[in-house]
Every structure is written in C-alpha cells, then in structure tokens.
C-alpha cells in the first residue's frame, strides 16, 4: 500500500526553497474556505498591505502572482513589452539570461549588458547602452542574482534608466526580505520576487508590486498581452476591490495563509531587523568559511549577505561532498550553475535559514566532510 509521505527533516541552506517556520506551515493547513468568500477578500487585503510594507511601497498594485517567481518574472515581461520594443537586459548570471528569453518571447528587441558572473551589474555599461539605444524602452536586471551571489546597484541603474525615459523591471527574487529593497524610494516600476526565498514561505507564489509609470504603459498597450493567465488588466480584477473581486482563476487560498503567516512574523521581526540578521548571519559564515581555508567568490562590496558562493577547493568531489551533506548531516546547499557548475557552492541563509545554529551547524558539518574528503584523497 501507498504511505503518506514523511519528509526527511533538512536543514535548507540552498538558493531556495529554504526552511519554514512551523508558524507559516501550520498556517497552511488550517481549512480552505472560497477564494470569493468574504473573509478571504479581508486576507487578501491584509496580505496586499503586507507586501507593500515588505516591498517599501505605497503601490496599489501589489499581490501575490499564483505561481512561483518565473510566472511573475514572466508577467513583468508580457505585461511590459510590445513587439518590436527595445530592452536593455543585464546579464550577470542565469536570471539575466532568463530576462533576456522573456523580451524575446515577448516580441521585444534585447540589447545586452554583459557583465563576469560573480560581479555586479556596472552601470557605466548601462549608461552606454542607453546612450547607443536612446530608444530603449525598458531596463531590466537582477538585484540579486542567485546563481553568484552578486548585488547589483538598483537605485543608480534606476536613476540612468529614467533619466532617458526608460522603466525598470527588476528581479527581487532573493532580495526581498533580505537586503534593503526601497521600490518607492528608488522609483522602481516593476518588481517581482518569490516567496520561497527570505520571506521563508514554501515555494509557490510571487509577489509582485507595479507603479504608476508601469500601468501607464500597460493601459497605453496597442496590443493585446498575449498571456491570458499574466494579464494584469484581468488579474487586477479578482486582486482589486475596486476591480469588484471578479472571478479570474482560483486562488490557491492555503498557499496565501501560509505567505500572510510568513508576513505577519517579518512584521513582526521588523524589515530593518530582519536585513540586519541576514548580515550577521553571512559575517558569522564568511569567517567560518575562512577559518575553514575556503575563499568566497563576489568581493567583499558586492555579497549578498543570503547566497554565500565559495569556491570549490582543488581535489574536492563537488557533488560528492553534497551529497554526504544531504546523507550524513541532512543538509542541503545548492551546487554551481551554468558556468559556475562544478567551479563554486551556493550557501543560502534566506529567512529562517539566517540563523547563527544554522550558520554554525553548516561550519561543522562542511569541515567534518571536507576533513573525510582530504583524508580520503591523501
Ligand atoms: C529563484 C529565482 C527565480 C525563479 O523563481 P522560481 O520560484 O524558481 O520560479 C528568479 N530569479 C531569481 C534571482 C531567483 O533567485
């Protein structure tokens, strides 16, 4: 007979998803009731306020998008590009590449920023860019690219793009919640991010926030979005009171207890609050990490305090190592990605993961595997 199925209990410190809070879980489990029902419209609402706070935003189009962070990556693109638009796309690592697939799926023309993965976005080449594309429509970029562990300059990227007229779309995936993201401060036009990754939510739903310049453009389209389930004009109508809560799709009411849960305990916490944890907690790694005769691969300026990249010593068994952490110690860190396969380790301290036990049972665990490595080779 089939078993219900028992989790092994992982300590996540991966890129994501990473650990839940028994709070947020249980919030998960507590009765569905109707994605129309009255007291889901008040969730919804407290919800939508608590994303703004998170987000540092005023912006009246603020939700979750029903899906992970690739569906509101996506619905940034096809709401924001019409064929035939021209888009500056910064690309320092994977998501910057998946940006760029999205103007071109979009219709869109993608001019590319190139920048060494494991450094930030360099606005000088931005600048450039715009001043050789003067018709650029759009700038999009990655605040925190999760495949290096770099942090890029939102507010002078930002600053460049409006400067010539240009929006912004920006990819917060792994910064919300984890390094300050100012969206109305910085004028940011479109933002999305994803609830598995510092808001500690398990995967599944994407925040996303729009400002006036954003839905300005979105209501001056001459085409249609050619994504039925991402176009916001529809979505803005169950999402929206004033959009009278029509029927869009259903809503996946206990995915969105769980991330009210997981927003109510960051309020709870205090946004700055929560920022300064994930730094100690990186500080607490990174001298471990040393310690450990390891080197990190970002500068110093440009770490994201919640994706740790170290580079992965000479003669060490890559996904052997992994693996006798996932066997032995139940501990999961993420691998390299793309050009970075095999070359570096993704430690991630997003949410609850940014934890000094967890920082210190990582140390442990990765010396312990390491030390039976390098006995093992010699
Ligand atoms: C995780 C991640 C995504 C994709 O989110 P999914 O929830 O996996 O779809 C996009 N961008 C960045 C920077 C990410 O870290």
Same mark, same amino acid.
């Given at each position: 007979m089939y078993q219900p199925f028992t989790p092994p209990p992982r300590r996540l410190m991966g890129p994501g998803p990473t650990m839940v809070h028994p709070r947020v879980l249980a919030a998960s489990a507590r009765p569905t009731i109707g994605h129309l029902d009255p007291a889901f419209a008040g969730l919804m609402d407290e919800t939508k306020a608590l994303l703004q706070h998170a987000f540092r935003t005023g912006n009246a189009l603020t939700m979750p998008v029903s899906a992970p962070g690739s569906a509101g990556m996506e619905m940034c693109f096809v709401n924001l590009v019409e064929p035939g638009d021209k888009v500056i796309v910064c690309v320092n690592g994977v998501f910057g590449g998946r940006m760029k697939e999205n103007v071109e799926r979009s219709g869109g023309v993608a001019v590319v920023v190139e920048d060494p993965w494991g450094a930030p976005v360099d606005p000088a080449k931005v600048a450039e860019a715009l001043d050789r594309h003067p018709d650029t429509k759009v700038v999009a970029f990655v605040h925190a690219e999760t495949s290096t562990g770099a942090l890029s300059d939102a507010r002078a990227i930002t600053d460049l793009a409006h400067r010539q007229g240009a929006l912004v779309i920006v990819d917060a995936v792994t910064s919300l919640a984890g390094v300050p993201l100012l969206v109305d401060e910085w004028q940011l036009d479109a933002v999305y991010s994803g609830s598995q990754k510092c808001l500690s939510c398990m995967p599944g739903l994407s925040p996303v926030t729009f400002g006036a310049a954003a839905l300005e453009k979105i209501r001056s389209r001459g085409s249609r979005v050619q994504s039925w389930f991402l176009d916001l004009s529809l979505v803005m109508? &169950?999402?929206?009171?004033?959009?009278?809560?029509?029927?869009? $799709?259903?809503?996946? #009411?206990n995915a969105i207890y769980a991330l009210h849960e997981a927003l109510v305990m960051l309020h709870e916490e205090g946004l700055e609050n929560a920022w300064q944890r994930h730094r100690d907690c990186h500080e607490r790694l990174v001298k471990g990490l040393?310690?450990? @005769?390891?080197?990190?691969? #970002?500068?110093?300026?440009?770490?994201?305090?919640?994706? *740790?990249?170290?580079?992965?010593?000479?003669? #060490?068994?890559?996904? @052997?190592?992994?693996?006798?952490?996932?066997?032995? $110690?139940?501990?999961?860190?993420?691998? @390299?990605?793309?050009?970075?396969?095999?070359?570096?380790?993704?430690? @991630?301290?997003?949410?609850?993961?940014?934890?000094?036990? *967890?920082?210190? &049972?990582?140390?442990?665990?990765?010396?312990s595997v390491l030390g039976n490595q390098l006995t093992a080779a010699a």
């Open positions: 109508g &169950y999402w929206d009171s004033a959009g009278g809560r029509s029927y869009h $799709h259903t809503a996946p #009411v040393q310690d450990l @005769g390891l080197e990190m691969l #970002v500068e110093e300026s440009a770490r994201l305090p919640q994706l *740790n990249a170290v580079r992965i010593p000479e003669g #060490v068994d890559d996904a @052997g190592l992994r693996r006798e952490l996932l066997a032995k $110690h139940d501990l999961e860190i993420g691998a @390299g990605l793309g050009e970075l396969s095999g070359k570096i380790w993704r430690i @991630g301290l997003m949410g609850e993961a940014a934890r000094p036990e *967890n920082v210190d &049972y990582c140390l442990a665990a990765l010396k």
